[in-house]
């Protein structure tokens, strides 16, 4: 599977971005999708997570103004994020993995990035 990651960008302060994430191959369906976040000097964290069945799974911190969602007749996972903070600044990634799971080492295949910056 491949991923390619879009609709990062520059915002400001209680802005919104929709981010995705489109697959190749045709087994998109059968794998859980994440997005992962990395800042700067800070180790990857998880951001939020999409089982095959559609279950959601967010982090704390972005919990009431991300939301995850999938298409699987496109091939393509996004990200909704709304009122977004200075904090939420970082390269985003998404990746599939067989299971929801939080972990990053458990994601085996992941996209190339897009930056989101969050700054007035």
């Known amino acids: 599977v491949q991923l390619q990651a879009s609709g990062g960008g520059s915002v400001q302060p209680g802005g919104s971005l929709r981010l995705s994430c489109a697959a190749s191959?045709?087994?998109?369906?059968?794998?859980?999708m994440g997005w992962f976040r990395q800042a700067p000097g800070k180790e990857r964290e998880f951001v939020a997570a999409?089982?095959?069945?559609?279950?959601?799974y967010y982090a704390d911190a972005v919990k009431g103004r991300f939301t995850i969602s999938r298409d699987n007749t496109k091939n393509t996972v996004y990200l909704q994020m709304n009122s977004l903070k200075p904090e939420d600044t970082a390269v985003y990634y998404c990746?599939?993995?067989?299971?929801?799971?939080?972990?990053?080492?458990?994601?085996?295949?992941w996209g190339q990035g897009t930056q989101v910056t969050v700054s007035s």
């Open positions: 990746a599939a993995a067989t299971y929801y799971t939080a972990n990053p080492n458990d994601y085996f295949y």
């Open positions: 999409i089982t095959r069945s559609g279950f959601t």
């Open positions: 191959g045709r087994t998109f369906s059968s794998y859980a």
